[in-house]
T-cell receptor, first 113, second 116 residues
Framework: DAGVTQSPTHLIKTRGQQVTLRCSPKSGHDTVSWYQQALGQGPQFIFQ???????QRGNFPDRFSGHQFPNYSSELNVNALLLGDSALYLCASSHTGSLPAQFFGPGTRLTVL | AQTVTQSQPEMSVQEAETVTLSCTYDTSENNYYLFWYKQPPSRQMILVIR??????QNATENRFSVNFQKAAKSFSLKISDSQLGDTAMYFCAFMKRFGGSEKLVFGKGMKLTVNP
């Protein structure tokens, strides 16, 4: 049973560019959450998707947007990249209705130059 | 807003010994969940243990157990018989279920090193 997968593993972009990160949830999960983890910090909640809708959003600007597909996979898009967007981006999946437990993918390391 | 505080940035322990990691949190909610996650150098975040706030009994998972003090808003993790593979960053996290949403609020983490 595959766990949560994310692609790509690493990404290098320059300021002003746009990036798309992808996530496939664990089998049987219907909810995907995205987190940003800066170096030496705990993850910060970006947003959560359920039934292809954004269910909750953290304190991130509109440059951060997402999407969930009918197969529950998800994308995170970041426009107009800033140096401060350099971080590890983590995707977590869960099953709504069960006792809460989010399972994380290995993350995408984004470097903005 | 909920906050999670891990005041010890780093700890080390000898293999086979017991170590306790501390965590405090602040919330006005009564129903919530608390978690400990482990992040090894490979960076994948792994769920270690979960505690439901409505349960008085402390959660245990093999060598891992918690001491949940709801009134004191304290949630510590005890690792017994430490192993080299326990070396990792450990994050305490809070979740309140609101309208079906499950948002995790993390502490800054604590680096644990297990020495041979």
């Amino acid at each position: 049973d595959a766990g949560v997968t994310q692609s790509p593993t690493h990404l290098i972009k320059t300021r002003g560019q746009q990036v798309t990160l992808r996530c496939s949830p664990k089998s049987g999960h219907d909810t995907v959450s995205w987190y940003q983890q800066a170096l030496g910090q705990g993850p910060q909640f970006i947003f959560q998707y359920y039934e292809e809708e954004e269910r909750q959003r953290g304190n991130f600007p509109d440059r951060f947007s997402g999407h969930q597909f009918p197969n529950y996979s998800s994308e995170l898009n970041v426009n107009a990249l800033l140096l401060g967007d350099s971080a590890l981006y983590l995707c977590a999946s869960s099953h709504t209705g069960s006792l809460p437990a989010q399972f994380f993918g290995p993350g995408t390391r984004l470097t903005v130059l | 807003a909920q906050t999670v505080t891990q005041s010890q940035p780093e700890m080390s322990v000898q293999e086979a010994e017991t170590v306790t990691l501390s965590c405090t949190y602040d919330t006005s909610e009564n129903n919530y969940y608390l978690f400990w996650y482990k992040q090894p150098p490979s960076r994948q975040m792994i769920l270690v243990i979960r505690q439901e706030a409505y349960k008085q009994q402390n959660a245990t998972e093999n060598r891992f157990s918690v001491n949940f003090q709801k009134a004191a808003k304290s949630f510590s993790l005890k690792i017994s018989d430490s192993q080299l593979g326990d070396t990792a960053m450990y994050f305490c996290a809070f979740m309140k279920r609101f309208g079906g949403s499950e948002k995790l609020v993390f502490g800054k983490g604590m680096k644990l090193t297990v020495n041979p």
